[in-house]
């Protein structure tokens, strides 16, 4: 039906259009009569012998803004031609929906780029948007989310370690040795070629946790030993990393050994476990080779540190800091 005249002029718009039409056509029920053992309902409509042909559309009236009634054919005509069976809307606009499955060996990253890759090539006018559903919109959205999760995650781990040890400084030591968790993750995943998945996020989150724990046995003993025993915090930091060596490797290699069945498993679903396994076992490896050399040395730098704020905070005429919680 394509319209003849505006139907704006003759005080039509099409709210009113499409009202007149359900009403004719629809399943509108205006009343229901109600009995002493059943209710009926009214369901208005045009007669039977009026809804045959196209050309019944010529003998509706539909009320006009202006208090008349304007017949249909006034302002619009009917035309034969090929349609579509349906039509997909979202949002009140028209959809054409275009599925794609993975080659062998591709990953949906790799799918989704070369989809944006071929949509700037083909030059669409502005009246046509483009958008991913389904896997892939909810792969894009989690890629978008991946950095406020991560972040998320540091500073709540840091908020819980600065209560927990009252210092400022020394959350961060802790924290120190995440980067090489992230490293060695990222590290074998690319050495086994494996997609940096939502799995594999998932993993490196595990790997805040687990590669901590490391850090968080030497600091513990450090500070306690500092405070309590009067050491020195090179003596206090030695001694934490002589003492702390063999829980340090128990728990690591624990945590470890338990990924390998999640690397290198097979059967239904090993595709989704695998890369958990292999981001779990490459952070803890990397970490744990550096973390033990690295995490005294971040102890005593940000100590050095500490002790440079005291001195600084007592020549301006403030209060010194506690010796821990600057």
């Known amino acids: 039906m394509s319209p003849a005249i505006n139907p704006m002029k003759v005080g039509i718009n099409a709210q009113t259009l499409d009202d007149t039409l359900y009403d004719a056509f629809g399943q509108r029920q205006i009343s229901t009569i109600f009995t002493q053992l059943n209710q009926y309902r009214v369901v208005m409509e045009v007669k039977p012998n009026f809804q045959r042909t196209p050309d019944d559309l010529n003998n ?5 803004s202006t208090g008349g009634s304007v017949p249909l054919g006034a302002f619009s005509q009917v035309e034969r031609s090929n349609a579509p069976l349906t039509i997909n809307h979202q949002g009140q606009f028209p959809v054409v929906n275009a599925s794609f499955n993975l080659a ?3 990953s949906l990253g790799q799918a989704v780029q070369a989809v944006e890759n071929t949509r700037q090539t083909l030059g669409l006018p502005a009246s046509i948007q483009t958008g991913f559903q389904g896997t892939a919109q909810a792969f894009r959205v989690s890629l978008a989310n991946e950095p406020f999760l991560i972040l998320a995650a540091l500073v709540t781990v840091y908020i819980v370690l600065g209560v927990l040890y009252e210092s400022y400084i020394h959350p961060v030591t802790i924290l120190s040795t995440l980067p090489s968790a992230g490293v060695g993750a990222l590290l074998a ?3 086994c ?9 998932i993993g490196i989150i595990l790997l805040i946790g687990i590669v901590k724990k490391n850090a968080i046995m ?19 930091i030695y001694q934490a990393c ?4 063999r829980p340090i490797m128990m728990t690591t290699m624990a945590a470890l050994l338990g990924a390998v069945p999640l690397a290198f498993s097979s ?13 779990i076992i490459g952070g803890l490896l990397l970490s744990q080779l550096l973390t033990l050399y690295t995490t005294p040395v971040i102890y005593l730098a940000f100590d050095r540190v500490a002790k440079r704020v005291i001195r600084w905070r007592s020549r301006r005429g403030q209060l010194p800091a506690p010796e821990l919680g600057v």
């Open 60 to 64: 509706l009236y539909v009320q006009s």
């Open 104 to 106: 062998p060996g591709a």
């Open 189 to 191: 995943l690319i050495f």
């Open 193 to 201: 070629r494996t997609e940096f998945s939502v799995i594999a996020l």
């Open 218 to 236: 030497m600091i513990d003993f450090a500070l306690d030993a500092e405070r309590q025993a009067g050491k020195s915090p090179v003596d206090a």
């Open 242 to 245: 002589l003492l702390r060596f």
């Open 267 to 279: 059967g239904t679903g090993a595709e989704l476990r695998r890369p958990l396994g292999i981001s």
